[in-house]
Structure formats: structure tokens, C-alpha cells
Antibody
Framework: QLQLQESGPGLVKPSETLSLSCTVS??????????WGWIRQPPGKGLEWIGC??????TYYNPSLKSRVTISATSNNQFSLKVTSVTAADTAVYYC????????????WGQGTLVTVSS | DIQMTQSPSSVSASVGDRVTITCRAS??????LTWYQQKPGKAPKLLIS???SLESGVPSRFSGSGSGTDFTLTISSLQPEDFATYYC?????????FGGGTKVEIK
């Protein structure tokens, strides 16, 4: 059974960089059938697409975050998210997900990790 | 970006009721519309992709329809485990965008 697990600090100071990793079990992020993505959800609010990475390293970012976001593949079963110059507006639950390329639908999700931006 | 508008934002219903949620895209997205269910404190769960394709293991009381700009998620007979928030997502073009969500509450 495929599992995704987010990891990283739960508290980040304003103006610093948020860094998260997603570890994928029972699959490889080198598969051509999937993207590997990040989605976030501020407390009590809706879902926001951050971006995703494809097996060949191509990345697709939300234009509203593009200048501050980097998604990278760090190994065959791990990918990462960096968000620079964070503010309180970046406080959210961050999810990693497997995205089916054929439908751009996220069929497997991590449990999510709350990142709070506060001094 | 393509804007996704869901309605209603919340609905109160009873077990056994038929519930319909609509999602409108700001421009045509062919059939590339996905529906998710999210329960409090949990990650979203994929219900339907490509407007009407039910994911494996999802009960048949859930169905999706539509194409172009207007889409519908229908729960034919609401069950206690269906009380949740539902999100649509356009999957036609990056960036992926989500609707604002519809909360299905117990009447």
C-alpha cells in the first residue's frame, strides 16, 4: 500500500525558509505515470495547490507562489518543498500527494503536517 | 488561472437525502474535473476523476457529471459517513485550482 509521509519543522520564523520533505513508500518518484505534488490548507480554509514535479525534473508551480517556491526530487523516493520569505499567511497544513498524470487527480495523500509561521 | 466556484458553500441534509453539489469553471475544462471528500483533521480523499469516473472503493451512491464549465456531484442517499466537506478541482491545465468547498452537515 503506497504511503506518503511529510516531515519537517512545525514552526518557522517570519522571513525564514520553510522546508519540508515527503517520503514515498512502495513507489518511485521516477515513474512517468505520476506527478508528485504539494498542496496546503490554512486553518479552517480551503485547499491551495502549491506545485508539483515530474520524473524528468519538470516543475509546475502556482503563479501566486512561484517566486518563493522550489520543489525538488531528492532521491528515488523523496521530494522536497521550500518556501522562502514566509509570513503568517503561509501558516497551513501542508500535504504531499501523488498526482495521476492522466487525470491530474491526487490519488494518494500524506497525512499532512501543520507549519506555523510565528516569531 | 481558472477559477472554480462551488455551490452551495454548505448544505444541511438528513440521512437518506439526495444531495447535489455544483461546480462551475471560469472557462471550459472539457471533462477534467475532480471531486474530493475531506473529513476534519484528515487529508482529502479522491472520489471522482475526469468528471464521472468513480475511484475504486468509492460507494456507488456517489456520482459525477458534466463537461465544459458546469459539473455536478450527487450523493443519491446520504449516509452518516458522508458528512464532510467536498471540493472540486479543475485538472485541465496547470495551475490546478480548487473550488471553495461545500460542507455537508447533519440536519
Amino acid at each position: 500500500q503506497l504511503q506518503l509521509q511529510e516531515s519537517g519543522p512545525g514552526l518557522v520564523k517570519p522571513s525564514e525558509t520553510l522546508s519540508l520533505s515527503c517520503t514515498v513508500s512502495d513507489d518511485s518518484i521516477r515513474s512517468r505515470s505520476y506527478y508528485w505534488g504539494w498542496i496546503r490548507q490554512p486553518p479552517g480554509k480551503g485547499l491551495e495547490w502549491i506545485g508539483c514535479i515530474y520524473y524528468n525534473g519538470n516543475t509546475y508551480y502556482n503563479p501566486s507562489l512561484k517566486s518563493r517556491v522550489t520543489i525538488s526530487a531528492t532521491s528515488n523516493n523523496q521530494f522536497s518543498l521550500k518556501v522562502t520569505s514566509v509570513t503568517a499567511a503561509d501558516t497551513a497544513v501542508y500535504y504531499c500527494a501523488r498526482v495521476v498524470k492522466a487525470t491530474t487527480s491526487s490519488d494518494y495523500w500524506g497525512q499532512g503536517t501543520l507549519v506555523t509561521v510565528s516569531s | 488561472d481558472i477559477q472554480m466556484t462551488q455551490s452551495p458553500s454548505s448544505v444541511s441534509a438528513s440521512v437518506g437525502d439526495r444531495v447535489t453539489i455544483t461546480c462551475r469553471a471560469s472557462q471550459g475544462i472539457d471533462k477534467w474535473l475532480t471531486w474530493y471528500q475531506q473529513k476534519p483533521g484528515k487529508a482529502p480523499k479522491l472520489l471522482i476523476s475526469a468528471a464521472s469516473s468513480l475511484e475504486s472503493g468509492v460507494p456507488s451512491r456517489f456520482s459525477g457529471s458534466g463537461s465544459g464549465t458546469d459539473f455536478t456531484l450527487t450523493i443519491s442517499s446520504l449516509q452518516p459517513e458522508d458528512f464532510a466537506t467536498y471540493y472540486c478541482q479543475q485538472a485541465n491545465i496547470f495551475p490546478v485550482t480548487f473550488g471553495g468547498g461545500t460542507k455537508v452537515e447533519i440536519k
